[in-house]
Every structure is written in structure tokens, then in C-alpha cells.
């Protein structure tokens, strides 16, 4: 299938096109390069530098390598930057997003894939957390996701479109070529690893959760697990939305996460304990039974340690991210 990825040179993206490559299809970028690396993407994979609001680019990059799925992940994701600057969320996620449907809708491409988040759902009342849960969100950046679902609800059905959304809960891991490099970067992750290599001590925001141990509890799902998903849900054909959670249901407090990049990296990994950063969840943990069920998903790297060694991994051959690649 020929697939255009928004997004493409981002961490996920540029990981959702190793797979698609693997798996036979021809993926296409569009990519404003505002974030991501070009770098992160093989030399022979076709790119197009552009914004998602740009719809006559768009269109035109639909027709000239005739795309018959669009993937849609450019969009912004710091949590806390969306709390300041939440109207730049709206137009970059939801605007993007409509732009997107437009351009899809104007050519005749009919299937979507679109990342959206666990940020939806807020604190939930129960975990793990299905599809049908209250959507609550926290921040500025989940709203904006479950503002562009609800667009897709409506447009999906009234234009014939697949649209598939799926809710990501927190990707980690890299492959060999691929792994989390951001600027600014905010994940956990690759903030604990970072602090590893440069032996300096880890914040934790905020030690005062209703949780076990007092930090806040996270899905970790390794990054190539969640491309999968992604080809998995190009093989969708009925009009309309499916929204499907995308983690391991494990859930693994702050703490946690150190004490496992103690393990796999050897650092010691102090701690210096924060206040709370704002806009954060309390506990996500997924229900992954749907789209195990629907779509034959199944993580195949759902062990912690395994994500996090890849990350070292990657960091360690990769010591100024994409500068050096
Ligand atoms: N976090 C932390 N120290 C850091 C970075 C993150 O304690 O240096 C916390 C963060 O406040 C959040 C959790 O780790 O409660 C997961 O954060 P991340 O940004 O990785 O994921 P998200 O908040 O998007 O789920």
C-alpha cells in the first residue's frame, strides 16, 4: 500500500516507516521538519517538507504518489507546553487534523490511521482503562486529540472514510536506526537514560500521587509494538471510527522506571524529588483487549527492561542523537 505519514521523521513516525517498509508497503513522509530528523528516515524514502494546514500541499502529495492510506501523527505533544500555549494545540492537533480530512476527502483517499493518546482519558476511575471510559482530560493536549476524534466520528461516516484512532499510551524503546531524541525532551526515558550516561540525578515530579509508592504510574509500550499496531489497522476497510487503546497493561510508577534503568544501566541514579508538574496524570494503565481481540495485535516487547535496554541501546550508539547519524 502506498501510506503518507504525517509526522514521519518524528520518533514514532520514522519507526511506523521501518515497519511499513518491512512489511511490503511504500511509505511516503510529509514532514515540516519542525521537530523531526531527517536523519531518522533511509535515504530512499520519498519526503515531502510541508505543514499539515497546508491542504493544497497536502493534496498534492495525495495525487503525485498515489496514497491510498494516510497515517496521520504530525501534531505537538509536551504536555506542559500545552498548558501555556494551549490555543497553538488547537490549531496545530485539531486544525492539522481537519486539514488532513479535507485534502483526503477532496482526492478520494479514504483510509485513515490516527495517533491519539491515553492524555484523553484524565484520571480515570478504574484501571486498566477501556475505550468506553469517560474522556476527562487533564491538559490541553489530550482535549485536543479527543477534540480531532470527535471530528473524525462525524466526518468518517458521512464520507465513506475508515478512520482508525488509536490511543497511545506511553511509547518507549527504539530499533537500531530509530530511537527518542526531542528537543526539548520531557519523557521520562530518555531523561532517566540521559542521566545515566552524563551520572547526574533524575527528578521525580511530584512524590505525593494516591499511588503505591507516590509517583505517578505509566503504560510503557515499546515503540516498534506500536508501529504494529499501525499496520494492523491499515488492514481496516468499515466506514466510520474504531478508537483502540494501544499498551501493555502494565503499570510502572516513576520510581519503578529509575530502579529498572538502574538495573539495565548500572548507573547509581539518584533521585531529587519535585513538585508535581502540571497538566499530569495521576495512574494510566491500558485495556489492550480490544484491539488484541479485533485486530490480532499483540506486543511482543512488553517487558520493561527490554524497552528500556533498546533505549540505552540506542543512546549509546547514537551519543548526539542525529547530529553525528
Ligand atoms: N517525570 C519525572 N521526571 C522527569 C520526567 C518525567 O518524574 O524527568 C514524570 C512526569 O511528571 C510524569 C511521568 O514521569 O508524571 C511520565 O512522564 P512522560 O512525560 O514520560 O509521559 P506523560 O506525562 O506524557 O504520560
Not at 515531502?48 to 502529495?61: N, P, S, W, Y
Not at 480531532?148 to 490511543?167: D, F, K, N
Not at 528537543?183 to 530518555?190: A, C, F, G, R
Amino acid at each position: 500500500m502506498q501510506v503518507l505519514v504525517t509526522g514521519g521523521a518524528g520518533y514514532i513516525g520514522s519507526v511506523i516507516v521501518e515497519e511499513l517498509v518491512r512489511a511490503g508497503h511504500t511509505p511516503v513522509v510529509y514532514d515540516a521538519l519542525a521537530k523531526g530528523h531527517l536523519k531518522a528516515l533511509a535515504p530512499e524514502i520519498p519526503f515531502v517538507r510541508g505543514e499539515v494546514a497546508d491542504a493544497d500541499r497536502l493534496r498534492t502529495a495525495l495525487l503525485e504518489y498515489q496514497i491510498e492510506a494516510v497515517i496521520h501523527m504530525a501534531g505537538l505533544i509536551e504536555v506542559g507546553l500545552s498548558v501555556t500555549n494551549p490555543d497553538r494545540f488547537f490549531e496545530t492537533n485539531v486544525g492539522g487534523t481537519i486539514s488532513v480530512l479535507r485534502a483526503m476527502i477532496d482526492v478520494g483517499v479514504r483510509k485513515l490511521v490516527f495517533s491519539s493518546t491515553a492524555a484523553l482519558y484524565g484520571d480515570p476511575e478504574q484501571l486498566p482503562i477501556a475505550e468506553d471510559a469517560p474522556t476527562q482530560p487533564t491538559n490541553p493536549y489530550g482535549q485536543s486529540k479527543l477534540m480531532a476524534e470527535q471530528m473524525m466520528r462525524w466526518v468518517a461516516p458521512a464520507h465513506g472514510l475508515t478512520c482508525t484512532a488509536l490511543r497511545y499510551f506511553n511509547a518507549a524503546g527504539a530499533t537500531e536506526r530509530n530511537g527518542e531524541m526531542h528537543d526539548p525532551e520531557t519523557h521520562l526515558i530518555p531523561l532517566v537514560l540521559k542521566a545515566a550516561a552524563e551520572k547526574r540525578a533524575i527528578p521525580i515530579f511530584g512524590t505525593d500521587y494516591p499511588t503505591a509508592d507516590g509517583t505517578t504510574v505509566r503504560d510503557y509500550v515499546h515503540v516498534v509494538d506500536l508501529a504494529q499496531a499501525h499496520l494492523r489497522a491499515l488492514s481496516r476497510e468499515e466506514p466510520g471510527l474504531r478508537i483502540y487503546n494501544v499498551g501493555n497493561g502494565n503499570g510502572y510508577s516513576v520510581r519503578q522506571v529509575i530502579e529498572a534503568a538502574r538495573e539495565v544501566t548500572g548507573a547509581e541514579l539518584p533521585i531529587e524529588e519535585q513538585p508535581r508538574r502540571a497538566g499530569d496524570q495521576v495512574a494510566t494503565v491500558a485495556s489492550s483487549e480490544r484491539i488484541r481481540r479485533e485486530l490480532g495485535w499483540e506486543p511482543q516487547h512488553a517487558d520493561l527492561r527490554d524497552i528500556l535496554g533498546s533505549a540505552w541501546r540506542w543512546m549509546q550508539s547514537h551519543p548526539k542523537g542525529y547530529e553525528e547519524a
